[in-house]
C-alpha cells in the first residue's frame, strides 16, 4: 500500500459516514412532516395541539432522537388524518 492509499484509508475510518447520512434522513423526515403541514392547511385541518407543542421540542434532542420523533409525528398526522377521514362533498 503506498503512502497516499494508507492516509486515505485513515481518513474514511475517522470520519464516519453516519453524520452526512443522519443529516439526509433528518431532512427527509421533516420535508415528510412539512408537506403533510401543507397538505392539512389546504384541507382547513386543524394539527392536533399535542403535536404542536412536540415539535416545539424537538430542536433540542439529539439528531438520532430526532429523526424517530419527527418520524413518529409523521405517524401521528397520518392516522390523525385517516380517523378524520373524508368530509363527504356537497353536490350542486
Known amino acids: 500500500m503506498s503512502g497516499d492509499d494508507t492516509k486515505q484509508q485513515r481518513s474514511e475510518e475517522q470520519s464516519p459516514a453516519s453524520p452526512p447520512t443522519q443529516a439526509k434522513e ?3 423526515v421533516c420535508a415528510r412532516f412539512a408537506d403533510l403541514c401543507q397538505y392539512f392547511s389546504q384541507q382547513n385541518i386543524d394539527l392536533p395541539s399535542q403535536i404542536v407543542d412536540e415539535v416545539r421540542l424537538v430542536s433540542k434532542l439529539a439528531v438520532d ?3 424517530a420523533r419527527m418520524k413518529r409525528l ?3 398526522l397520518m392516522e390523525y388524518l385517516n380517523d378524520t377521514g373524508p368530509e363527504p362533498e ?3
Do not use: G, H
Open 65 to 67: 432522537d430526532r429523526i
Open 90 to 92: 356537497v353536490r350542486q
Open 74 to 76: 409523521n405517524q401521528e
Open 26 to 28: 433528518l431532512a427527509e
